[in-house]
């Protein structure tokens, strides 16, 4: 079975900075692209970051772009998001999800979420 | 962007046929799939590629479209279909989601 947990969440200054995490298990993580996708409060869902299955390809929103690094370690097969100069439009729900990769690039399972609240 | 277009909420019987459009601002291909969210659940993908059903959901849902403009129908709806419905595109970057619309049983 197809799991994904997300950690990392919490209480964060605008400006300062929050590291998330994503363990997944019951698939081969080295062999699927990984993506983080957030929701705000009582609202859609916003793709942020996608990383390819091997990490030598990464994609972001532009709204992201040089804030937020998507990282994984697939002999741990976690997942990463640095978040730094955070604001308080990132408050959200981040979920993990595995991503199928090109052309199709869509998310096939999903993580509980772990929330981020950017405020002071 | 491509922004995806959703009814905000639409409210039907047991029993029922119900239909929920996407409309994106620009052509798509058929690179359209669709996600159920409950309440305090994460989204879980039901139908990929617009008309694809993904790997456990019912044959009560399908998905149709190409273009610009696409349906997920569910027939017939259960009780358990109360949630809210995503469309999401992947064929122009970035990838986009649309709105919701949030299905209530009567």
């Known amino acids: 079975e197809v799991q994904l947990v997300e950690s990392g969440g919490g209480l964060v200054q605008p400006g300062r900075s929050l590291k998330l995490s994503c363990a997944a298990s019951?698939?081969?993580?080295?062999?699927?692209?990984m993506a983080w996708v957030r929701q705000a409060p009582t609202k859609g869902l916003e793709w942020v970051a996608t990383?390819?299955?091997?990490?030598?390809?990464?994609y972001y929103r532009d709204s992201v772009k040089g804030r937020f690094t998507i990282s994984r370690d697939n002999a741990k097969s976690t997942l990463y998001l640095q978040m730094d100069s955070l604001r308080s439009e990132d408050t959200a729900t981040y979920y993990c999800?595995?991503?199928?990769?090109?052309?199709?690039?869509?998310?096939?399972?999903w993580g509980p979420g772990t929330m981020v609240t950017v405020s002071s | 962007d491509t922004v995806l277009t959703q009814s905000p909420a639409l409210a039907v019987s047991p029993g029922e046929r119900v239909s929920i459009s996407c409309r994106a601002s620009?052509?798509?291909?058929?690179?359209m799939h669709w996600y159920q969210q409950k309440p305090g659940q994460q989204p879980k993908l039901l139908i990929y590629?617009?008309?694809n059903l993904a790997s456990g959901v019912p044959a009560r849902f399908s998905g149709s479209g190409s273009g610009t403009d696409f349906t997920l129908t569910i027939d017939p709806v259960e009780a358990d279909d109360t949630a809210t419905y995503f469309c999401q595109q992947s064929w122009n970057d970035p990838w986009t989601f649309g709105g919701g619309t949030k299905l209530e049983l009567k």
């Open positions: 019951g698939f081969t993580f080295s062999n699927y692209g």
């Open positions: 620009e052509g798509v291909n058929s690179y």
């Open positions: 590629k617009a008309s």
């Open positions: 999800a595995r991503q199928v990769g090109a052309p199709y690039w869509y998310f096939d399972f």
């Open positions: 990383i390819s299955y091997d990490g030598s390809s990464t």
